[in-house]
């Protein structure tokens, strides 16, 4: 899935996906630059749980090197 989104929507996911409710106040924040790459991965472990990885957060260059999946690598 691909969104495009403000850079408050990026920061809104990451509150969502690290289970951090909209109401409480953060002691860090988040910088997004124009144009820039955040990338969330569903990940599941062999116990059959799930959990949300930050895999790279407002990239800007090296696009290229990013491969979506491991079926894909070679």
């Known amino acids: 899935m691909l969104v495009i989104a ?3 929507t990026v920061e809104a996911t990451h ?5 951090v409710p909209a109401v409480t106040p953060l002691s860090y924040g988040f910088s997004v630059a124009h144009a ?3 990338w969330w991965s569903h990940r599941w472990s ?8 930050l895999v790279l957060h407002g990239a800007t260059d090296g696009f290229h090197t990013i491969l979506p999946s491991r079926e ?3």
């Open 36 to 38: 820039s790459l955040t």
């Open 46 to 53: 062999s116990a059959g749980s799930s959990r949300w990885s």
């Open 15 to 19: 509150r969502l996906l690290m289970g």
């Open 72 to 74: 894909n690598r070679s």
């Open 6 to 8: 403000h850079g408050e």
